[in-house]
């Protein structure tokens, strides 16, 4: 049994009173509601006490958007996991398109992260996911699985802890276009099959894979309703406190009725 896992990323969005607002907005609207899924709310680095704080009555999870391996150190601009840890963070994003792509990191990157990530018995939530152009030329398939190989293929099955895989189809991020579920639904289940040969089946049956791209209170209920997706990863419709609060309502739902 996966439990569906719900993640805002609000990426470089809301202050510290703005996240205040926010966190209640949402609290008020999911209060007292029967929801097994687990919400998670990953704030930018200077509200994350702030959340913490206002999520301290909740069994919600903080996330961290980013870190860097190294404990400590002349890293001038960099946070470390021991620092996420210690504002309380449970879990950490990735490897997201973002950080690939606007500030260069390499799979190698993402998979030292990975490896500090675990070793501070932090969640990752490993983002992977193809371009347009990649997609157009066939190449989804063998983008992602190059991208788990760099990320989790340093890992040995005994030693590794939990961590959660999102598969973000990066021309689906931001623009309003979401993956079909049948598109997503591939990928996931190609990422479910990696996690069977890599690993072992009982790796592939307990980990979640979360689908991430334009994710809006309209298409939880058909994503969630595929098989291999567990959950969401939401940008933009997660810094709205009503449509957020939909996403987890209905995703949860979707979920539930689906029998996972
Ligand atoms: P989006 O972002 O929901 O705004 O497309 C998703 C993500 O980047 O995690």
Not at 150 to 173: K, R, S
């Amino acid at each position: 049994m996966r439990v569906p896992l719900i993640a805002g990323n609000w990426k470089m969005h809301m202050t510290r009173p703005e996240a205040r607002e926010l966190v209640r907005g949402i609290k008020s609207r999911l209060m007292g509601k029967e929801i097994r899924a687990q919400v998670g709310l990953a704030p930018p680095f200077t509200a994350l006490e702030t959340v913490a704080n206002e999520i301290a009555d909740t069994n919600w999870i903080l996330v961290g958007q980013n870190a860097f391996w190294e404990e400590k150190g002349a890293f001038t601009g960099e946070i470390s996991f021991g620092m996420l840890a210690e504002v309380g963070c449970k879990m950490v994003i990735l490897g997201h398109s973002e950080r690939r792509h606007i500030f260069g990191e390499s799979d190698q990157w993402v998979g030292k992260k990975v490896q500090a990530c675990l070793q501070w018995g932090l969640v990752p939530i490993v983002c992977v996911g193809e371009t347009l152009d990649e997609r157009e030329s066939g190449l989804t398939l063998k983008v992602v699985e190059r991208q788990l190989e760099g990320a989790l293929g340093g890992l040995e099955e005994n030693a590794a802890g939990e961590f959660v895989i999102a598969y973000e189809p990066v021309w689906a991020i931001g623009t309003g276009r979401t993956a079909t579920p049948e598109q997503a639904q591939e990928v996931q289940a190609m990422v479910r099959d990696w996690l069977r040969r890599r690993f072992s089946p009982m790796r592939a049956s307990r980990t979640r894979i979360l689908y991430g791209g334009s994710v809006k209170p309209e298409n939880i209920r058909e994503l969630m309703e595929c098989p291999d997706i567990d959950g969401a990863l939401v940008g933009g419709a997660s810094l709205d406190a009503l449509g957020f609060a939909k996403i987890v309502e209905e995703g949860d739902r979707a979920a539930r009725e689906g029998g996972k």
